[in-house]
């Protein structure tokens, strides 16, 4: 009896340790993907407008350009729940903890974001490249603010 | 009675003047960022080809510009601290100022080269590294900065000390290339060899250009643009 009651007891002590921070992780994981799926939209975007101009291709910029939008669209405050800048997804998160006592300043910066994401796709439909490379760089821009203000130069 | 002589050659002041207007240039375009970056990236090979330019002029240019006649060691400063030092170039602790300053703009030149900004930009050698070195070195050519800023601080504290401390003024020098020294002090020093410019300019545009464009024959399959399939 007292040696099933210690196995148990054992069970769900390893059992908390385990799923401890999971829903955390999960949380990370789920936003670094986001933001590395929108950066891979940003790289086809700044190659075929930027780099190789000769190569824009209208539709494949404007599809890009939808992906970031719907990204920035998708509610990722919900990816930034407490204890997450402790958490790890595919690897160990870079938000700053004061990102959790400066939320006006993280709504500002996350609204700046949203806006040039939606500005970008309405510039991209209109093919005009030159309109397209200006946006591109606010979107930049909205990135760079948030990455300045609450993400770690470097892994903690 | 006192003379004025040459003492910076033509190169190494347009040297001086192009590495400050970049370092100021690249600054500013790394802290705004957005469309900024990419000049950022181009500001940054260019200083790599001024500094390869000063270290080759460190070996073949006019006397006060050479490493081996104004580097620093210990003995030398302690003459300059007792005031025994009587040269022309780069004072013995201006020289430590000077070499430190190389140091420090060639590691975060060498970091940025391979550095990412997780947004859309990577710096021209970015495909010859990891992702995660790329990260780490990203780090160092951002804390990197403080100390380049510090030893700017104290260059220019420095040079203001002399100006109104001991009324020395190092800027015009800069400037003309010639400095008033008593005349019992002055030794010219010789005019520049043309070919040895040529082949110090030859090597840093070289440098430069490797690194700008020189990644695809290293690795032309991770610097070709990606053919994107219609799925």
């Not at chain 1, 101009?53 to 509610?75: L, M, R, W």
């Not at chain 2, 620093?72 to 300059?80: F, N």
Request: proline share 3%; net charge positive; aromatic share 10%.
């Amino acid at each position: 009896m007292k040696s099933k009651l210690a196995i148990a007891l054992l069970i769900s002590a390893v059992s908390t340790a385990a799923f401890a921070g999971a829903a955390e992780d999960l949380q990370v994981k789920f936003r670094q993907s986001a933001y590395s799926f929108a950066a891979w939209n940003a790289s086809k975007i700044k190659s075929q407008t930027i780099d190789h101009p000769e190569t824009f291709n209208k539709d494949q910029v404007i599809a890009a350009a939808n992906a970031i939008a719907a990204v920035a669209n998708s509610g990722l405050a919900a990816l930034y729940g407490p204890g997450t800048d402790q958490a790890t997804g595919w690897k160990k998160s870079r938000l700053k903890p004061e990102f959790f006592q400066k939320q006006d300043e993280v709504k500002k910066v996350a609204t700046e974001f949203n806006q040039a994401a939606n500005e970008l796709q309405k510039v991209a439909a209109t093919g005009d490249i030159g309109a397209i490379k200006t946006q591109f760089g606010k979107v930049g821009e909205a990135c760079k603010n948030c990455h300045d203000s609450f993400r770690t130069k470097d892994d903690k | 009675m006192s003379v004025a002589i040459q003492v910076w050659d033509l190169p190494l002041r347009i040297f001086h003047w192009l590495l400050a207007l970049a370092v100021l240039s690249a600054v500013v375009t790394g802290e705004i960022g957005g469309s900024l970056i990419d000049w950022h990236g181009r500001i940054g090979v260019l200083i790599l080809g001024l500094l390869v330019f000063r270290l080759v002029w460190g070996f073949v240019g006019t006397s006060h510009a050479r490493f081996t006649n104004f580097f620093p060691t210990p003995a030398k400063i302690k003459a300059y601290l007792k005031g025994h030092w009587k040269g022309h170039g780069h004072n013995p602790l201006g020289a430590l100022s000077v070499l430190a300053l190389l140091a420090v703009l060639f590691t975060l030149v060498g970091a940025g080269l391979f550095a990412n900004d997780d947004i859309a930009f990577e710096g021209p050698l970015f495909p010859l590294v990891s992702k995660s070195l790329s990260d780490k070195l990203s780090a160092i050519h951002y804390y990197g900065f403080n100390v380049l800023a510090v030893l700017l601080f104290l260059h220019i504290a420095a040079i203001v000390f002399y100006a109104k401390v001991k009324k020395h003024n190092l800027v015009i020098p800069m400037i003309t290339g010639r400095k008033i020294v008593p005349k019992d002090q002055a030794i010219e020093v010789s005019k520049f060899g043309i070919r040895r410019f040529v082949v110090a300019l030859s090597i840093s545009v070289f440098v430069a250009w490797g690194v700008e464009s020189g990644v695809q024959y290293l690795s032309p399959a991770k610097a070709a643009p990606a053919v994107v399939q219609s799925w």
